[in-house]
């Protein structure tokens, strides 16, 4: 870390140079989107009911707020995933939580998330998945309930700031053959090969799910800046795994020499399509710090997405988009902000295979009467309202049309 370097560095008598640079601002947090919730509700015997798709809120201290969502009918035994992503900016003490139940008061699960101590800016999920215990248990009453209340609060966190958040709800039909024989979910996260690197395009990094570029298999050039977070996305299908390198040269010499070796850490997170924050990889390692002596590499993986692992102890993989996050610890404010160049290496890897056979072609509900293929994407609610007035400037633009077919209609007859 670079607070610890810095110790160090004073401890053996080289103090850092002061460059009487003013306090650096804290850069903008990672827009999560979404469309608003229009009636937050904290009461549990009144959630605020809520459908497929995108939702953005503002949790207060030490708030919590209640949610509901119907499964859709003709999708019967479907899976309910819904995902939580937030943007603290603050220290680890802040978390995230997410709990289920049906209307019965059953538990359906919870999960929780901190952000990084490192690294306040950075978005931090949580996720559950609503289904059977197991393949073919069509019983479970998380399962069969028609309605499934959720709750979005912050834990134990006594932060006294508010939390943006992201709620994604997609829900998932039902297997044709529940009993199908699919690849079994690994025990624990497989072996990846470390991608390669190649010769690099350039790219820059967004600053919000929605704007992330999407990247092919290679390698690409963009820059790292204190207290950002840059966002990357790459797209999986059954079968396949995700794995990022990142390399970080050495300091430039005055670079190095400004800040005594010790530059700041920086780190990469991977999430799911449901925007979940997924576990470093056992073999990865995910961070490290800028350096004056060595060029810096990290990386991570995710995979492979297989549909059984939802049931074990691996995060819930789906087809769709993974993003990548690239986040940079900020500047303490009594130095210059630095900069850095890095290149990112992305690798798909594994055939497309293993896709289980839905009771319907496109399984995924992504939205209000949206259906796809794949589990990211986020389409908006429809306005009722707005629809009409389109329906009716419709039904008033062939009305119209039809009036000056008449017209023309009648002016051939005079003609005659």
């Not at 509901?68 to 802040?94: A, C, K, L, W």
């Not at 993989?317 to 900069?339: F, H, K, N, Q, T």
Request: aromatic share 6%.
């Amino acid at each position: 870390m670079r607070t610890a370097a810095l110790l160090v560095a004073l401890f053996l008598g080289v103090a850092p140079a002061a460059t009487g640079a003013p306090a650096v601002a804290p850069a903008d947090p990672v827009d999560l989107g979404g469309t608003p919730v229009e009636d937050v509700s904290t009461d549990p015997q009144h959630p605020a009911p809520l459908t497929a798709g995108l939702w953005s809120d503002v949790v207060g201290p030490r708030q919590q707020h209640e949610f509901s969502y119907e499964r859709t009918d003709g999708m019967p035994f479907s899976t309910v995933h819904i995902g939580v992503v937030g943007t603290s900016q603050n220290d680890g003490s802040d978390q995230l939580e997410i709990t289920a139940e049906t209307p019965d008061g059953t538990s359906c699960g919870s999960d929780s998330s901190s952000p990084s101590y490192l690294f306040p800016d950075a978005p931090f999920g949580a996720e559950i998945t609503l289904q059977g215990t197991e393949q073919g248990d069509l019983n479970g009453p998380c399962l069969r309930a028609k309605v499934i209340n959720f709750s979005v609060g912050r834990g134990l966190s006594d932060v006294d700031t508010d939390l943006p958040v992201a709620i994604k709800i997609v829900e998932e039909a039902a297997l044709e053959d529940p009993s199908e024989q699919l690849p079994a979910a690994p025990e624990e996260e497989p072996p990846y090969d470390v991608p390669r690197p190649g010769t690099p395009d350039d790219t820059t990094g967004a600053d919000s799910f929605e704007d992330a570029p999407l990247l092919d298999s290679g390698t690409y050039a963009d820059t790292g800046d204190e207290g950002e977070v840059k966002l990357y996305r790459v797209s999986l299908d059954w079968g396949q795994t995700l794995a990022v390198r990142m390399d970080v040269p050495t300091m430039e010499p005055a670079l190095a020499e400004q800040t005594s070796g010790f530059g700041p850490d920086f780190e990469l997170t991977l999430f799911n399509p449901m925007r979940n924050t997924l576990d470093t990889h056992p073999e990865a390692d995910a961070s490290a710090a800028l350096d004056g002596d060595e060029a810096q590499r990290v990386g991570d993986a995710a995979g492979p997405v297989r549909y059984l692992s939802r049931y074990g102890g691996s995060a819930t993989y789906l087809p769709g988009d993974y993003w990548i996050a690239v986040a940079v610890e900020p500047s303490s404010g009594e130095e210059e902000p630095i900069s850095f160049p890095y290149e990112l290496t992305v690798e798909v890897q594994g055939e497309a295979e293993g896709a289980p056979a839905y009771d319907r072609n496109e399984p995924f509900l992504v939205g209000e009467d949206s259906f796809s293929t794949v589990a990211s994407g986020n389409p908006a609610p429809q306005d009722d309202e707005a629809a009409s007035d389109t329906r009716r400037l419709a039904a008033l633009g062939l009305g119209l049309f039809g009036l000056a077919c008449c017209g023309l209609g009648t002016l051939r007859l005079r003609r005659r």
